[in-house]
């Protein structure tokens, strides 16, 4: 029986996953703004289910949740790291708020999770984080800069503190799904539009949304269940990307900067001190 602490458990990915592991007889702390959607799981759970309440947003709460967390149930074997949403615009058209509330929600908030945790982690001599990005951390599309930019970014962090706290026995795994049917469309916080976008790439994309013709082939049930073997794996890669589109996109991308990069190779090298 292994005990994970899941952020944004309340909703998506992170739910699906609170589900598919008390079914199996796993512990779960299930963090979220919302404890309603819990409810029906804790008769059967039981103990085996923790419930905290808060934004991660609020970083004093959630640090004071993550510490009772690890007294309550003594060990924490792998924290996911799901809460998010997505901020759909143009950047011209989001907001001042719209912008810090995405960078607070998506990146400080991950920041300061892992910040939280890893005290407990080093004194518990090593654990797992499983981040949920986005194939958004490796690819972008229109109206989506600010999301694509908290999903960069939180990759970046990560990448660095993996090196920081792999000899404390803690691994750090990424996860990248591509678009999956969830509550995220639904939660999609929408700028205003701008007329002068309507017959540009944000524009054919906005249009997508709005007639559901963007693609969501992702399952949420199966992308949560491959997220679960990942984490479970001995030995897991850092980067997952999960789903075909994920699939193809991420590795369109990384083909298409290791082309750039190795055509700029005089260019690059000329920039060395003699």
Not at 90 to 108: G, P
Not at 175 to 188: I, K, Q, S, V
Not at 191 to 216: C, H, K, M, N, S
């Amino acid at each position: 029986m292994k005990t994970w602490l899941i952020t944004g458990a309340s909703s998506g990915l992170g739910l699906q996953m609170t589900r598919s592991l008390l079914a199996r007889g796993d512990r779960v702390v299930a963090c979220g703004r919302r404890t309603a959607p819990f409810e029906a799981l804790q008769p059967d759970a039981g103990e085996r289910l923790r419930v905290a309440r808060f934004d991660v947003t609020d970083t004093d709460t959630m640090r004071r949740e993550v510490d009772a967390a690890f007294a309550a149930f003594g060990r924490i074997d792998i924290v996911v790291s799901s809460a998010g949403y997505g901020l759909f615009g143009a950047a011209e058209e989001v907001s001042d708020a719209q912008i810090a509330r995405q960078i607070a929600t998506n990146l400080t908030g991950s920041i300061q999770l892992v910040r939280a945790v890893l005290p407990h982690l080093r004194a518990q001599g090593g654990g797992r984080i499983l981040q949920v990005s986005s194939e958004g951390g490796q690819t972008s599309y229109p109206n989506f800069s600010l999301y694509h930019a908290t999903k960069w970014g939180i990759e970046g962090f990560l990448d660095s503190v993996a090196q920081e706290v792999a000899p404390f026995g803690i691994e750090i795994v990424i996860a990248e799904p591509g678009p999956t049917e969830t509550d995220f469309g639904r939660g999609l916080d929408h700028a205003v539009p701008l007329e002068v976008y309507d017959d540009t790439p944000a524009g054919d994309v906005r249009r997508a949304i709005a007639t559901g013709a963007f693609d969501l082939r992702g399952d949420a049930a199966r992308t949560a269940a491959a997220m679960i073997q990942v984490a479970d794996a001995a030995h897991p890669q850092r980067r997952i990307a999960l789903g075909s589109i994920a699939f193809d996109n991420i590795q369109r991308a990384l083909t298409q900067r290791l082309e750039d990069l190795q055509a700029q190779q005089a260019l690059s090298l000329s920039a060395d001190r003699p």
